[in-house]
Structures are given as structure tokens and as C-alpha cells.
């Protein structure tokens, strides 16, 4: 099986297919990351330091027996951890047992209180998540640039960025972001904003591709009678119409079948998928499905094309 790989702005190559972490309780983390390197195949693993389950990541890494060298893994620097990224790193190196990282993302645009009523998700007294208004994510950034030429990070790159958050970034930046990690299937497609990515040479990066937890997506019935043409999954056809668009797209699994079936479908579909196909795709939201599925209660609007009013 050939996994394609992207290139990004450093010369580094990102294999296209990426194992995600999110919501993966501990104990299954540690099982499921070794069976995604060690049986399925998947060479990327998508982290985060707001998942709190690094440690077990490292740790089904580690049991996998595939050499660090060999693997491709991403980390991002949570919102209360804004003002010393740094640190952050550090606990996530630390967890996942390696001394570097392959990509480091600004998890959101949002630098949250670091000194409020929660380590993650910090409230303000009315309920609404705590901002830390006083701070500039372009400081955040700065710290992510330093890091990168210590060598403690390969690249770095950004994620939830809308084209209105880079448009107020990019011009003050010395380092452009490799990658923009974005809620990205077919109810969600974005295409002004993969436009605007692809002219300034940011990847991108396709989180939720299969819709995440209760996925209204894994039955939408055009995507269906795409699959059945050629004996894929529905699951084949949502990885695929990234991979075969030059995307990278991250999907998560806690069922080994389907963490193998993902890779090699998302592979395969890519190649078979034709040029209608990926049109017809591509028109779904157009056609009344538009629809975001992850959307925290940030309470600001982020400036996407698409964001539900909080
Ligand atoms: N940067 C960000 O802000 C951000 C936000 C969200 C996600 N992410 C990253 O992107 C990754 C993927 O997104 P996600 O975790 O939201 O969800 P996802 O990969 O879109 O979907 C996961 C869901 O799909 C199901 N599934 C997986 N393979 C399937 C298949 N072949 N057929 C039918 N159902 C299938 C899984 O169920 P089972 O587990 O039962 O198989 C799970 O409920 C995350 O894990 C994380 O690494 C990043």
C-alpha cells in the first residue's frame, strides 16, 4: 500500500493520510496508536496537548517498534498555554517520549486565561469562555518561530485559522505557517478559504473529514451512491476526495477494522475517484447540506464563511 505525501513550505514531506487522536480515551490510545503504526500502516499521528492523552499516545508509539525517524507527528499548543508555548511543548515532548515534533500547530486563534478557573477551558462568572483579550496571537506565533530554529519543532503551522484571522497575521509574520488544520468535508468544503491557502502555499490540513462523533455524513446518500459504484465505503470516498485534491486529511478511529480500512480506502478512492465525482462532492453543501460539526461556544465569531451565531 502506498500512502501519498504532501509537501510542505519546509521541503518536508507529510504523508496524506493521518491517525487522529481526539476523544481516544486513554487506555484505547495506547492500543489503538500501536495498532494504527504497527497493523495499519499510518505513519502520522495527529496530537494534541488539549487532548490529555499524550502520555498514551507516546505510549502506543513507543510499543508500536517503528522508528521515530519513520513517523511524522503533530502537536499543538493549547489557548492557556498561548503565553509560554515553550512549556507546553515541553509537557508534550515529554509525554509522547520523543525530543522533537514534525509539526507544531496554534491549536485555535484563541489565547484563553492561563490563570482562570480551569486549566483548559477556563469561564468567565457569566459562563462565557475566558478570553485573554490582552494578549496578541501574533506573540504566540513569534514563540512558535523560535521554536522551530532551536529544532525542537521541523515546521510549524496554524489551525482554525479563517482567511480574515490570516489576512490579519500573515503580513507580520517572518515564518509562514506550513499548514492551516480546518474542519473540512463535504457539508463544510470551504472553497474560497482552500483557494486563498492553496495561493499562499499553506497546506491543508482536513480535520473531521468523516463528520466526527454521530456523523450525519457516514449516510448521506450521494456520498453512498458514490461508494457502492466502486465497492467503497462512504468512509473510502470522504478520505479519498482529499487525498485525490492534494489535502491532507486526519481521521480518528477507535475500531482497529476501521482504522485499517481508513488508510487503505482513503489511498485507493483517491486514485479511482474521477473528476466528476470529486465535482459531485464538492457541490453537496451548495445543495442544502451545509453544515459545520465542530464548533466550540467560543462565543466570537472567527470569521469563517460558515459559522453558527453563539
Ligand atoms: N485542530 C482542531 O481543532 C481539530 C478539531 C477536531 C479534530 N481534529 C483532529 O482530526 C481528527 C479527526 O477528526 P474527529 O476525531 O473529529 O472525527 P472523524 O475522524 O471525522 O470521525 C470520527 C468518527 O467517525 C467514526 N468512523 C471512523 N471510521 C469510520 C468508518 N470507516 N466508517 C464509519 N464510521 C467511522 C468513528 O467511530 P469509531 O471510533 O467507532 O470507529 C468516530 O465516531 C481528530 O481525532 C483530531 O486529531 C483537530
Not at 504523508?15 to 502520522?44: C, F, M, N, S
Not at 509560554?84 to 486563534?109: F, I, R
Not at 492561563?114 to 462565557?128: M, T
Not at 489576512?167 to 463535504?186: C, G, K, N, R, S
Request: hydrophobic letters at 40%; one cysteine or more; proline letters at 7%.
Amino acid at each position: 500500500m502506498s500512502i501519498p505525501s504532501v509537501k510542505l513550505n519546509t521541503g518536508a514531506e507529510i504523508p496524506a493520510v493521518g491517525y487522529g487522536t481526539w476523544q481516544l480515551k486513554p487506555e484505547d490510545a495506547v492500543k489503538q496508536v500501536e495498532y494504527a503504526i504497527k497493523e495499519a500502516g499510518y505513519r502520522h499521528i495527529d496530537c494534541a496537548f488539549g487532548y490529555l492523552n499524550e502520555t498514551s499516545v507516546g505510549e502506543g508509539i513507543r510499543n508500536s517498534g517503528v522508528p521515530r525517524s519513520e513517523l511524522f507527528i503533530t502537536s499543538k499548543v493549547w489557548g492557556t498555554w498561548h503565553r509560554k508555548v515553550e512549556e507546553c511543548l515541553d509537557m508534550t515532548l515529554a509525554a509522547l517520549g520523543t525530543d522533537y515534533l514534525d509539526l507544531y500547530l496554534m491549536h485555535w486563534p484563541i489565547p484563553l486565561n492561563p490563570n482562570g478557573s480551569h486549566p483548559l477551558i477556563p469561564l468567565r462568572p457569566d459562563g462565557k469562555r475566558d478570553i485573554d483579550d490582552a494578549w496578541d496571537i501574533k506573540d504566540t506565533w513569534k514563540q512558535l518561530e523560535a521554536l522551530l530554529k532551536k529544532g525542537k519543532v521541523r515546521a510549524i503551522g496554524v489551525s482554525n485559522f479563517s482567511q480574515k484571522t490570516l489576512e490579519a497575521f500573515l503580513p507580520y509574520v517572518e515564518i509562514t505557517p506550513a499548514v492551516d488544520q480546518l474542519e473540512l468535508h463535504p457539508y463544510n468544503p470551504d472553497h474560497a478559504l482552500v483557494a486563498y491557502l492553496e495561493s499562499k502555499g499553506i497546506v491543508l490540513q482536513a480535520y473531521s473529514p468523516l463528520g466526527s462523533t454521530n456523523s450525519p455524513l457516514i449516510s448521506d446518500e450521494t456520498v453512498a451512491k458514490i461508494a457502492e459504484k466502486y465497492s467503497f465505503t462512504p468512509a473510502d470516498v470522504l478520505l479519498g476526495w482529499h487525498v485525490a485534491k492534494g489535502r491532507v486529511v486526519i481521521a480518528r478511529s477507535n475500531t482497529p477494522s476501521r482504522i485499517a480500512s481508513n488508510i487503505k480506502g482513503a489511498a485507493a478512492a483517491a486514485q479511482a475517484l474521477s473528476k466528476e465525482d470529486l465535482a459531485t462532492l464538492d457541490g453537496i453543501a451548495a445543495a442544502g447540506k451545509q453544515q459545520r460539526l465542530v464548533t466550540p461556544p467560543w462565543g466570537i465569531d472567527l470569521g469563517f464563511e460558515h459559522w453558527p451565531s453563539q
